[in-house]
């Protein structure tokens, strides 16, 4: 009995001598590396629990708490052993995730360099806290870099060869460790799960993407609901769809049949048109047939149009729009001039009547441009206009009717001329590159063969001025003259073909008075004259003239023509500064340029030329006429 009291004795004192030791211990200030309780610390997110171990008071003094270097080696080897054990269930955690993930894709690999490189980061920092905390024991993941080659010792050995400790004392601290062991191992797993975690949020997205699947009743773009024919909200649709209004054309084809010869600009009953045709009709009467024409010399023809003057009595605007086609009346004592219009007006303008504007009288014959004027070689009374609404009429001045001659709705028509002296027969081109042969002797507005040319396009047609049986076409790029003894329906081929052309070609005509000349206008910016003296299977070219015909889209293509008194020489409009109208020899020399100050400020594309006097005129793209005269 009395043994086991003072064994009981003995185990009170020891353990109320070590709760004074502790008390003491919690009282010093001093020593902050030396505790009970566990301490907890965050590394990059990662929380590690770190429990220190019992401390030994046999060499403690007041004021002053200090461990055996015994107790420092053992708890030394002790801290080796735990970082050994964590060191080595991290390394087993971490192989499992990176395996796995290795196996799985390619893309991990990424992953685990990441999780190594922040691994050397958290032993970097652990190392310097473990640097200036010498006294502190932590437990921590990532400092076990340094210590690769210290032994792995049992923990529960080491701690059982601690002296100056009761067997109380030594069981008390061997519980303590193995409970720190167990927290070790739960924050470790606790770490891996975070760490495999961490890994599948950082899984790259997969490289293709997969197409979403369509649905069925999905619908597309967005649509109208008028063109679906649904009704609108709160409104409802009409039961009847209005019918939609007819927009009349602009420019309706006239009907068949003369026409009464009404000026636009004045009264049909006035005393002064009624004036102007009765003078007219007999100017026509009495007007010079059959002129012998002689060729002046170059010198004289020069000083003639040196003359030619312009003012403001001879400019006046006569038509709406540009001017399409211009011809003078051959009349030697009173001065009349005709003008075809885009807007399918003809006017006419007698500049011997004072003032101007009395003399000026403007009709509506057809729909479309009007291309093509021309005075009856026979009867002057007479003058026939072509328009591309497919019609020509004959405007009658003395019964002040314009007469349907001709009438083809299929095909627009381009440009005709006389094929007879009497004017009773006439070739016409159309703009389909067709050719219709027209009689005016027969009944009806049809013609009397249609034929097949091989050009595409016919822009102007013109009948050789002795050899009639003879006529030239410009197309498109070529130039082709026929024979009408060799004209058949089916087809028929040119007898030549000029194909020095590279571009559209505006006009092509025969020299007024022997027709040995043939001058071209192109669209290349060349006239060119060739010698027609001898029609045979070549024609040669003699000139060619550097000069600008690019109109654009607001003014009328050139045309060169040739002065009927002159047959050497041509006239075309310029677009050179100052406004002129130029004349140039076959030879390629510029004989002269028509100025007109201010009276002449803008380009005369269609040029006429009077038959047998000095006077010239020039429409421009407004319907405005400039009249140059001795």
């Known amino acids: 009995m009395s043994g086991s009291c003072a064994a009981a004795e003995e185990k009170a004192t020891s353990r109320q001598r070590l709760q004074m030791k502790v008390n003491e211990y919690k009282e010093n200030q001093n020593m902050s590396s030396v505790s009970l309780r566990s301490i907890h610390k965050t590394v990059l997110e990662k929380t590690v629990k770190v429990c220190l171990v019992p401390f030994s008071l046999s060499n403690y003094k007041s004021g002053q708490l200090k461990l055996p270097k015994s107790l420092l080696d053992k708890n030394s080897k002790n801290e080796v052993a735990c970082k050994k054990y964590k060191k080595t269930e991290m390394k087993k955690a971490c192989t499992r995730i990176l395996t796995s993930k290795m196996e799985a894709t390619t893309s991990s690999k990424a992953e685990s360099t990441l999780q190594k490189s922040s691994i050397d980061v958290h032993t970097e920092n652990n190392q310097r806290q473990h640097k200036s905390t010498s006294d502190t024991v932590s437990l921590g993941v990532d400092a076990e870099s340094s210590q690769d080659g210290d032994s792995d010792e049992d923990t529960t050995s080491s701690l059982d060869d601690f002296s100056g400790l009761s067997p109380y004392e030594r069981k008390r601290l061997k519980n303590i460790s193995e409970n720190a062991n167990f927290f070790a191992s739960l924050q470790l797993s606790e770490s891996a799960a975070r760490l495999r975690e961490m890994i599948e949020k950082r899984q790259p997205p997969e490289t293709k993407r997969k197409k979403p699947k369509k649905k069925e ?12 024919n649904v009704d609108p909200s709160e409104v409802s649709l009409p039961v009847t769809p209005t019918q939609p209004k007819l927009v009349a054309d602009e420019n309706p084809l006239l009907p068949p049949g003369p026409l009464e010869m009404i000026p636009e600009n004045r009264d049909d009953n006035s005393e002064l048109f009624k004036e102007f045709l009765q003078t007219w009709a007999e100017v026509s009467k009495t007007s010079s047939k059959n002129i012998e024409k002689q060729l002046s010399s170059i010198k004289t023809y020069k000083a003639n149009l040196s003359g030619m003057v312009i003012s403001e009595d001879t400019v006046y605007k006569i038509t709406k729009g540009a001017v399409f086609s211009m011809a003078f009346h051959p009349s030697e004592i009173k001065t009349l001039v005709a003008a075809g219009a885009q807007s399918g007006q003809v006017g006419l303008w007698d500049l011997t009547h004072q003032p101007k504007e009395d003399g000026v009288y403007v009709f509506q014959p057809h729909s479309q441009p009007v291309s093509c004027l021309h005075f009856s070689p026979a009867n002057p009374a007479h003058m026939l206009s072509l328009s591309y609404d497919g019609t020509i009429r004959c405007g009658d001045i003395s019964s002040a009717v314009f007469e349907e001659v001709y009438r083809n709705e299929r095909s627009g028509l381009s440009s005709f001329d006389f094929l007879a002296e009497d004017a009773s027969t006439f070739i016409v081109g159309h703009w389909d ?64 073909s000029l194909t020095e052309h590279t571009k559209s070609i505006a006009s092509a005509y025969f020299s007024p008075l022997t027709g040995n000349r043939i001058v071209t206008t192109c669209a290349d910016c060349k006239l060119r004259f060739f010698d027609s003296s001898c029609i045979s299977s070549q024609i040669p070219l003699l000139t060619t003239i550097r000069h600008n015909t690019i109109t654009g889209r607001w003014l009328t ?74």
């Open 433 to 496: 590159g067709s050719i219709s042969l027209v009689d005016r002797r027969t009944p009806g507005t049809s013609y009397e063969k249609l034929i097949s040319s091989s050009l595409r396009k016919i822009r102007t047609v013109h009948v050789h001025p002795v050899q009639r049986q003879y006529f030239i076409t410009a197309g498109c790029r070529d130039t082709h003259i026929y024979d009408t003894r060799r004209l058949t329906p089916s087809g028929s081929q040119p007898l030549i």
């Open 217 to 228: 009743n999905e619908t597309g773009c967005r649509r109208s609901m008028r063109l679906l």
């Open 557 to 630: 293509r050139f045309q060169a023509v040739w002065d009927p008194k002159q047959e050497d020489c041509v006239i075309i409009g310029s677009r050179a500064h100052p406004r002129q109208v130029e004349v140039f020899h076959e030879t390629g020399e510029q004989v002269h340029s028509f100025l007109g100050g201010e009276y002449l400020v803008s380009v005369c594309s269609i040029n006429a030329v009077h038959p047998t006097r000095y006077i010239l005129a020039g429409g421009n793209a407004s319907g405005k006429i400039h009249v140059f005269m001795n």
